[in-house]
């Protein structure tokens, strides 16, 4: 398997948790996002992957996009523990609350988005942070909330899930922005169980060979 990333990207980041947890072997392949107006737009990576983000997982002739996406694909074609376990409707809740994030919040923040606030609107750092600030703290309040009736252990009863291993990105991203987390006691409190996990520690940002410190 080839892994397609970037070492701060959070999609990248919670596809190299599941491939962890699952204890699958895995080729990551950087793709800078910054570098030369970024690697993303060049042509080859395009043709891997039309809508020029990461992640992209290479399994021999089958080609999969799209975080989640490949998630479920591992779940679906690779042994190992679960990334969504339980009954239906603990799969559906553990679905919804990874949409949560990597859907509903993920793509108001992230790094294209941010860009394009800077550069073609013209918007100051201020204005930009104040951006973040809102679009983190509805989410995280809403993820707040939602942890008070499925948390048990992990964000969805006992088990690990696909649901910490978006929380996991996404609390980090929140961090480097410099967004507070006291208003959320639950979500921090998992956050910091979910570091102390030896295969999340492995797919942390700063544990990768392209990373930037």
């Known amino acids: 398997m ?3 990333g970037y070492w701060r990207s959070s999609a990248s980041y919670r596809v190299r948790i599941g491939l962890n947890y699952k204890g699958l072997d895995y080729h990551s392949i950087p793709v800078h996002l910054l570098r030369d107006g970024g690697e993303q737009h060049q042509t080859a990576y395009r043709q891997l ?6 992640p992209t ?3 021999g002739s089958h080609v999969v996009h799209q975080s989640l996406a490949i998630l479920e694909y591992l779940d679906e074609t690779c042994a190992g523990p679960k990334l969504l376990p339980g009954d239906a409707a603990q799969r559906a809740t553990i679905r919804a609350l990874s949409l949560d994030l990597a859907a509903e919040l993920q793509p108001l923040i992230n790094l294209r988005v941010q860009q394009y606030l800077t550069q073609q ?7 930009k942070q104040a951006w973040l600030q809102e679009w983190f703290g509805r989410a995280f309040q809403a993820f707040e909330t939602s942890l ?3 948390a048990g252990d992990y964000a969805v009863g006992d088990s690990f899930s696909m649901a910490d291993a ?3 990105p996404q609390v980090y991203s929140a961090l480097r922005f410099g967004i507070e987390l006291a208003d959320y006691p639950q979500l921090e409190r998992l956050y910091q169980k979910l570091l102390s996990l030896d295969f999340v520690q492995a797919a942390a940002p700063e544990q990768q060979p392209d990373a930037q410190v």
């Not at 992957?49 to 990461?54: A, E, H, M, R």
């Not at 609107?121 to 204005?127: F, G, H, I, N, Y």
């Open 2 to 4: 080839e892994l397609y």
């Open 49 to 54: 992957n039309p809508n020029g983000l990461v």
């Open 57 to 59: 997982l290479v399994d």
């Open 121 to 127: 609107l013209q918007v100051s750092e201020q204005a």
């Open 148 to 150: 008070h009736e499925t």
């Open 166 to 168: 978006c929380l996991v």
